[in-house]
């Protein structure tokens, strides 16, 4: 029948049905701007049956998990070796990404999965702790490379991702982009000092 995707672990192999199957989700939701779908819904618009979303994917909070996984390394590839190299140049780039109208697909899915947490605490959602861990150990190994203990590293990387999160989310409540601008340099400024001041 093909291969499953582990959802926890990563992607489908390339040229698997499973990945066949990711395209055509990914390309749906950019042509629509939205994931407010069921997965009955989805499975009839890409030309499936529910029943193989199901198996290949799991739940919909698991398709959503795998494309954001999917998203994720679409934005790594972007940068073409050029990626960021410290905490502040990171921040930079993922908020420039959250500003970026064409990027609301992967905003959405943050908040669905998010919610859906919320909803069930006990619920795992691989692709939201996947991608949030892998921006704090980034910010870790940055922050332990800009002079920073480790200990301190890995607290100043939750602080920050936390700090975004809690941007993005003020963004979409009070829609008022010079305050949260604002916010996002001043929280980048106290990045910057941690910075200088580990250099001490």
Known sequence: MGERVDVPTGLPVDGSRAAIMLRKVVAHFRSTGSVDISLRQLAAEIGTSHRMLQYYFGG???????????LSKEYIAHF???????????MQAAWDRFLDP?????TQILFALASASAEKPDREVPGLTSDLDAFAAAL?????????????ADH?????VSS????????????????IGASFRTLKSWVERSTADAAR
């Open 60 to 70: 919909r909070e698991n398709l959503l998990s795998v494309v954001m996984l999917q």
């Open 80 to 90: 073409d070796g050029n990626r960021p190299v410290s905490r502040a140049a990171t």
């Open 102 to 106: 064409s990027n609301r697909l992967q």
């Open 140 to 152: 870790g190994t940055f922050g332990r490379a800009e002079g920073l203990d480790p200990e301190r």
């Open 156 to 160: 100043e990387a939750r602080t920050i």
């Open 164 to 179: 975004l999160l809690g941007l993005y989310l003020d963004f979409f409540v009070i829609k008022d982009i010079d305050r």
